[in-house]
């Protein structure tokens, strides 16, 4: 249904975006994922034709929407990263500007505003300003505004940055349920990966405007299918312990972060009783070791030797 | 578009208190800086001898700032003071002067100094003559010309003309702080409402605007009219706060005078887009706009009369200042009364101005975020 081809932007001499290959059918969900700096955005941009690629394609139904993007910005509703909306005015207010503008009027207007108060939960909040509005109720106004004509497509960039566990979890409930319900397709775009894990079906990793990984959960899990991740935690940490760790032939790679050791080994190796006797002749105390399966923050760390949120 | 204007309407009724502070300082400047010449007391003068009335006695009374002299009969004098009609009046005599005192105030004090002062000149000019030695009536005028002209090169001059209206006299000063506060506040009040365009650009609501059916070029419409309706409104009600309550009659050309407030709030309006093109954020456009207001103010003579400037160089600045030609239009409509073809220059090259900074204000904004 919608396809990027080829897609780049050039800022200046910077590549915010190198050749992106995309493809969302109707009814998916597409998770777009990667670090800030990944060029999320500025993709995003280029699909909702805000902005022009410096090379590519957009194209929606096999036509290009680069020149002419009007069929194509009748059917997607945007929900921009930062909190667009009127501050001054009330949650109802907002939806009345914003479904005017789409010359929604009248009746249809009105219930259209009840149905999406409905969907996002502020029904009862309708009536107060936004300014007074925790972050949480803010991004969902956020996200509301974007559906009030209906639209096929919605894509959401980064729907969840800085709120609370609660209504984060209600976002990506209100996802789901838009599209079980609706069939509403949807592009969400995230740095973090379980929200992603959980919600899409398909998904597109980039890091520095490339895109690294794409495919469903399990075939870009299978990208790690010869490895496997051991998480260790600890106290504190002994040099000679980690130095030991990196020096061992049979690891591909060690991650040190504040409470946790990340070690990535072949998948036949055996290392548990190794690790402990490791720890013992370094002379520290473990709390933990785990052997993982891997997650997409896992292929993130393979692929780039960085974590996600760094 | 009537949308987007329906919700800036909205919320300035929600909070109108910027608008309120800038309009509250523009009228509260003007009315304090300029106070004490908002109203004159007026003092009933007699003299028995009519050749008074026409004398240097008379003229220089007429120039006090503080009073207005009516010349009666001695009866009536007699009456208005009694009456309580008028504190105090003054009787004049050909080298000597009485008061007579209905109230004792500080204003008797003031009124004696002001008349003392007449007769001390009176003096000191006849003196002159008699130094001169001037014989013949001819050589008296030349004498008192030479004196008169002297007098006039002072280090620089302010042009002086008089405001009148039917219960108070104001001073082309006052005159000149209302409309220096006027175009200096408006300033402000125009360009915080632009600047919502830079933040709204920035948070994406535009960006929500112009995925809509919505057109671009609505968006900039509905922005500007705001903007332009607000700064407007805000010279508006200044004006007839100073026309209907403070009773200041513009020369009886009122309504040209708000016309002429036109291009100049166009021109801010331009002026206001251009500078928001060219900062890169909110922080620097609110660190920007004093500078460039009080700038413009005092090299356009809103502070102080654009005569007594002299350095070339900011001359020349204040001929591509708005407020320069604002002042000049509200100067030359209401305070000289010029027909409303003399004030044309001016007129244009506001507009002008307006124009050509919309036009590359909106095309550096539209080319800086694509
Ligand atoms: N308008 C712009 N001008 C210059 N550089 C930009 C612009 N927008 C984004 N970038 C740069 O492009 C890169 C990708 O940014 P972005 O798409 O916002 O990443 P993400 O959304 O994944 O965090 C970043 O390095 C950012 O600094
Ligand atoms: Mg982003």
């Known amino acids: 249904m919608l396809e990027l081809v080829d897609l780049s932007k050039k800022f200046k001499q910077m590549d915010a975006v190198k050749n992106l290959n995309m493809f969302i059918e109707k009814g998916e969900i597409i998770g777009l994922l990667g670090p800030n700096g990944a060029g999320k955005s500025t993709a995003i941009s280029m699909l909702s034709s805000l902005i022009e690629p410096t090379k590519g394609d957009v194209r929606f139904q096999n036509k290009s929407m680069i020149k002419h993007p009007a069929p194509l910005r009748k059917v997607i509703g945007v929900v921009p990263q930062e909190i667009a909306l009127y501050e001054d005015l009330t949650a109802e207010e907002n939806m009345r500007f914003f479904g005017r503008i789409y010359r929604l009027r009248g009746t249809q207007l009105k219930k259209k505003i009840d149905e999406v108060l409905e969907q996002i939960g502020l029904t009862d909040r309708r009536k107060d300003i936004v300014k007074t509005f925790s972050g949480g109720m803010k991004r969902r106004l956020n996200i509301g505004v974007a559906m009030l004509h209906d639209p096929e497509i919605i894509i959401m960039d980064e729907p969840t940055v800085g709120i609370d566990p609660q209504s984060r979890n209600y976002i990506l409930e209100t996802v789901k349920r838009l599209n079980k319900e609706k069939q509403m397709t949807v592009l969400y775009t995230s740095h973090y990966m379980e929200e992603v894990e959980f919600l899409c079906d398909r998904i597109y990793i980039m890091d520095k405007g490339n895109l690294i990984a794409s495919g469903t959960k399990d075939e870009i899990k299978r990208i790690l299918s010869a490895e496997k991740t051991i998480s260790i935690q600890a106290e504190r940490w002994n040099d000679e312990f980690i130095e030991e760790l990196k020096q061992n032939p049979t690891v591909n790679r060690v991650t040190v972060g504040e409470k946790e050791i990340t070690v990535i080994i072949p998948k036949e190796v055996n290392m548990f009783s190794a690790i402990i006797r490791m720890a013992e002749n370094a002379d520290m105390e473990l709390h933990s070791v785990d052997v993982q399966t891997p997650t997409l923050e896992d292929v993130f760390l393979h692929l780039t030797g960085r974590a996600l949120r760094d | ?370």
Do not use: C
């Open chain 2, 1 to 370: 578009m009537i949308g987007i204007l329906l919700a800036k309407f909205k919320m300035f009724l929600r909070n109108p208190w910027t608008f309120l502070l800038f309009t509250g300082m523009s009228i509260g400047f003007a009315l304090i800086i300029g106070g004490s010449g908002l109203t004159t007391i007026s003092v009933p003068v007699y003299s028995e001898d009519a050749a008074i009335q026409q004398s240097f006695i008379s003229k220089k009374l007429e120039e006090s700032e503080a009073f207005t002299f009516n010349w009666v009969t001695e009866n009536e004098l007699k009456e208005e003071i009694s009456a309580g009609r008028a504190e105090m009046g003054v009787i004049l005599l050909e080298d000597d002067y009485r008061f007579i005192i209905g109230v004792d105030s500080p204003n008797r004090s003031m009124l004696e100094q002001t008349v003392r002062a007449a007769y001390t000149e009176k003096l000191q000019q006849e003196n002159n003559l008699a130094a001169a030695d001037a014989a013949t009536d001819a050589e008296k005028e030349k004498v008192l010309e030479n004196l008169q002209d002297t007098m006039k090169s002072p280090v620089f001059e302010i042009n002086r003309s008089s405001f009148r209206s039917s219960d108070a006299i104001i001073y082309d000063d006052t005159f000149h702080r209302l409309f220096g506060f006027t175009l200096f506040f408006v300033i402000y009040t125009i360009a915080y409402n632009v600047l919502p365009i830079l933040v709204e650009k920035k948070d994406g609501l535009w960006d929500r605007i112009i995925l809509s059916p919505v057109k671009k070029w609505e968006m900039y419409v509905a922005n500007l009219v705001y903007s332009f309706f607000e700064g407007y409104l805000q010279v508006l009600i200044i004006f007839l706060i100073f026309r209907y309550w403070v009773g200041v009659d513009f020369h009886g050309r009122f309504l040209e005078t708000l016309l002429v407030l036109i291009p100049y709030v166009f021109s801010i309006v331009a002026l206001s887009i251009f500078i928001t093109a060219l900062v890169k954020n909110a922080q620097a456009f609110n660190a920007i706009i004093p500078i460039i207001s009080v700038s413009m103010a005092m090299i356009g003579g809103a502070y102080w009369p654009i005569e007594i400037v002299e350095s070339e160089f900011l001359l020349a600045l204040s001929k591509i200042n708005p407020l320069t030609y604002g002042m000049e239009v509200l100067n030359g409509i209401a305070v000289y009364g010029y027909p409303l073809e003399q004030v044309l220059f001016p007129i244009s090259i506001l507009l002008l101005m307006g124009v050509v900074l919309m036009g590359v204000g909106i095309h550096l904004m539209e080319r800086r975020h694509v």
